[in-house]
T-cell receptor, first 113, second 115 residues
Framework: AQSVTQLGSHVSVSEGALVLLRCNYSSSVPPYLFWYVQYPNQGLQLLLKYTTGATLVKGINGFEAEFKKSETSFHLTKPSAHMSDAAEYFCAVSERGRRALTFGSGTRLQVQP | NAGVMQNPRHLVRRRGQEARLRCSPMKGHSHVYWYRQLPEEGLKFMVYLQKENIIDESGMPKERFSAEFPKEGPSILRIQQVVRGDSAAYFC?????????????FGQGTRLTVV
């Protein structure tokens, strides 16, 4: 079965600092990979996804993620954090041929002024 | 184009009662998914439905939980004889036809509290 590990349940950065949220997956076949953001009492919004092709994926709000097959990783980055980035971030995978998403346990990002 | 609509947003039930959660997918979307989020945890897949068909229910508890997506009307997640452990946020998502790389759009969730 697929599993997704997000290292660090809480990450705190200063405004303007680099954001790095880590995600590793377990799968013998590279799955499809997604990052979602959840604001308090809201649903999830897709930030970006990797399916095939270029391994560096750009998403909304200045976020990007790089798929590294050798490391089974899909870490999310943003060069400069903004106060509005404070939210919970979820990495998710779907097996090719299956619609269900497997989510990591989430990382809560705090942005300090 | 309205997003995925879930109602109610908040639902309080006493132990032993039934909970019915409704989800109207986005226009043009024929695929619906239900996920459960326990406090301080990620979302766990429950069930995937298309109109009048359950495609994948591998995440559904074996008892008390059922889901449907009728030809007309919203998808319903039904929990019978609720217990305290059912307290959670239940999210519905929908997607258009396509492969497993197709983006799913999420509703705002129904927060169920069992007292």
């Amino acid at each position: 079965a697929q599993s997704v590990t997000q290292l660090g349940s809480h990450v705190s950065v200063s405004e303007g600092a680099l954001v790095l949220l880590r995600c590793n997956y377990s799968s013998s076949v590279p799955p499809y990979l997604f990052w979602y953001v959840q604001y308090p009492n809201q649903g999830l919004q897709l930030l970006l996804k990797y399916t095939t092709g270029a391994t560096l994926v750009k998403g909304i709000n200045g976020f990007e993620a790089e798929f590294k097959k050798s490391e089974t990783s899909f870490h999310l980055t943003k060069p400069s954090a903004h106060m509005s980035d404070a939210a919970e971030y979820f990495c998710a995978v779907s097996e090719r041929g299956r619609r269900a998403l497997t989510f990591g346990s989430g990382t809560r990002l705090q942005v300090q002024p | 184009n309205a997003g995925v609509m879930q109602n109610p947003r908040h639902l309080v039930r006493r132990r032993g009662q039934e909970a019915r959660l409704r989800c109207s997918p986005m226009k043009g979307h024929s695929h619906v998914y239900w996920y459960r989020q326990l406090p301080e945890e990620g979302l766990k897949f429950m069930v995937y439905l298309q109109k009048e068909n359950i495609i994948d229910e591998s995440g559904m508890p074996k008892e008390r939980f059922s889901a449907e997506f009728p030809k007309e009307g919203p998808s319903i997640l039904r929990i019978q004889q609720v217990v305290r452990g059912d307290s959670a946020a239940y999210f519905c998502a929908s997607s258009p036809p396509g492969g497993s790389d197709t983006e799913a759009f999420f509703g705002q969730g129904t927060r169920l509290t069992v007292v």
